[in-house]
């Protein structure tokens, strides 16, 4: 305290002997006062913290003070080693050994290891000198061959998440059987597949990754993401669900072979599961609605672009005890008698999050009764790709929408010509601003053609920045009204709030319960 005081003194002293010098000399007195060096170490530390590791590689060059700061270990508990995803690029084997040693430590919790550095030598110092690392991400899908690991005896024991990113044509067996017996204290697993980089010919589908075994090895899992893998299907679905009891989120996003057989069995199991994500799955209707919704705990769901009918989703949602989050856009049997029987026969007390992105045969009359009726406890809303979803509509039931906090609206630059008229986007932020203060993250998704505003816009946008302090993200088309909101935000000091579609898109999956457990890579 007295240490903090005494610095206060010293800059006070500084500032009052600065005001009675001339312009001139303040200005050259200034830079000799005035300077970095004046902080603390904390202070210091805690600057570095905000900076990637690339940085701070570079900072340690400056001087003897910087670089005892650059190696403070709490400054390398979370490392990436791969450079395509603005890691840090490590040359070799002998180069991560060392930092191993003499930076990561203690300290080190999460970290990512690309193919050619998963060495059983590296794990052999991982498991000796990190004795707290308990985020591990290998990636091998890249690989074109494994390293020899029939030496390894050793692997981190104290993992809570691990990810695997496997490759198409490496089998992993010969290195999972080496791990399997380190692994039982894991809670989260994600295993991720190659569907953003397949090749519309179809090649040969290997399985890799022995689920199976896998499983066995980790009966504590609470947390399963099986993410774009093209083997994977009902059986290895199956599979988890008669050894991990305590499981309560699954995800298996892009797993086209899973067709819902597993669905009865995975309920009647896993009495604990509250979180099921099957975003364009090839679920089948018969296999859904076999499935016994209303004896599960499943309240967070994802049915997203699996071309369910309007009878399988009627039965499915009248069916579930309490749903609190539903992701189902992309479905053309998504209609108003859907919504109607839902209102209807349904529990949507607990319901805080909602997508319904491009299901284009609900109409404005539809929308409105239900969101009127519901819109007060939905903290998340995805409307966007809905022609009959306009600004008219918006403004009316947006004082319905009082909790909002994520709020997607629009219609991509390719949908555009199914408006039947323009948006009016002033009279937009108006209604926003009076009824969604609470809101933090938005996203007006309407090309810029069909976006119309008038000279007092800037008066609306003020008013939007003012009232919702709270709004940390918001994405607009790129043209001429994101140059005027953007300038507009930025005088006010806050340059991060407005970005464009092309590199950001709002979700409400902030909302699910396990979000920060499912999020890898």
Request: charged content about 25%; overall charge neutral; glycine content about 4%.
């Amino acid at each position: 305290m007295d240490r903090r005081r005494s610095l206060w003194d010293t800059l006070a002293s500084d500032v009052q002997a600065l005001s009675s010098l001339n312009p001139e000399d303040r200005l050259s007195e200034r830079k000799s006062l005035t300077t970095i060096d004046k902080l603390p170490d904390k202070v210091l530390l805690n600057i570095f913290s905000y900076l990637p590791h690339r940085e701070i590689i570079s900072n340690a060059r400056v001087c003897k003070k910087w670089r005892q700061i650059a190696y403070d270990t709490r400054l390398w508990s979370c490392v990436s080693l791969r450079p395509e995803w603005q890691g840090l690029h490590v040359n070799n084997i002998e180069a991560l050994m060392f930092l191993i040693s003499n930076r990561f430590g203690a300290s080190l919790r999460y970290l990512e290891v690309p193919m050619d550095l998963i060495t059983h030598v590296v794990l052999h110092e991982l498991c000796a000198k990190c004795p707290n690392l308990t985020n591990l991400l290998l990636d091998f899908s890249t690989a074109m061959q494994l390293h020899d690991f029939n030496d390894m005896q050793a692997f981190p024991t104290k993992l809570r998440t691990m990810c695997i990113c496997l490759s198409e044509v490496i089998f992993m067996e010969g290195f999972m059987r080496k791990i399997y017996n380190f692994i039982n204290g894991l809670e989260v697993l994600h295993l991720v597949g190659t569907y953003e980089k397949a090749d519309e010919e179809e090649e040969e589908i290997y399985e890799v990754i022995n689920i199976p075994k896998l499983k066995s090895a980790t009966p504590n899992l609470k947390v399963v993401n099986l993410y774009g893998i093209n083997f994977v299907d009902d059986s290895h679905i199956e599979a988890f669900s008669s050894n991990c009891i305590q499981l309560e989120c699954l995800a298996v996003n892009f797993c086209a072979k899973v067709t819902g057989t597993s669905l009865k069995i995975l309920l009647s199991r896993c009495k604990k599961l509250k979180c099921l994500l099957m975003q364009q799955c090839s679920l089948q209707n018969e296999n859904v609605m076999a499935a016994e919704w209303e004896k599960s705990a499943v309240s967070e769901l994802d049915v997203t672009a699996t071309d369910l009918s309007a009878d399988c989703l009627i039965d499915l949602l009248t069916r579930i005890p309490a749903l609190r989050w539903l992701s189902a856009g992309q479905l053309d049997g998504f209609t108003d008698a859907v919504l109607k029987a839902w209102t209807e026969r349904g529990n949507l007390k607990a319901l805080i999050g909602l997508d319904l992105e491009l299901c284009d045969n609900l109409t404005e009359e539809g929308l409105y009764k239900f969101l009127a009726r519901y819109g007060q406890g939905l903290r998340g809303l995805v409307l966007s790709g809905i022609p009959q979803c306009t600004d008219s509509l918006c403004s009316n039931v947006m004082p319905a929408l009082k909790n909002i906090r994520i709020l997607k609206l629009g219609l991509a630059e390719n949908l555009a010509y199914r408006m039947a008229g323009k948006i009016h986007v002033d009279g937009l932020l108006e209604n926003l601003s009076r009824y969604g203060a609470k809101i933090e993250r938005l996203e007006l998704s309407w090309d810029p053609e069909t976006l119309r505003y008038s000279d007092k816009s800037q008066k609306c946008i003020d008013t939007l920045r003012v009232r919702c302090l709270n709004l940390k993200c918001l994405v607009l088309c790129d043209g001429k009204y994101y140059e005027i909101v953007k300038a507009n935000f930025e005088r006010a000091d806050r340059t991060t709030v407005v970005r464009t579609s092309t590199n950001c898109c709002v979700s409400i999956v902030y909302l699910l319960t396990h979000y920060k457990d499912l999020v890898f890579n």
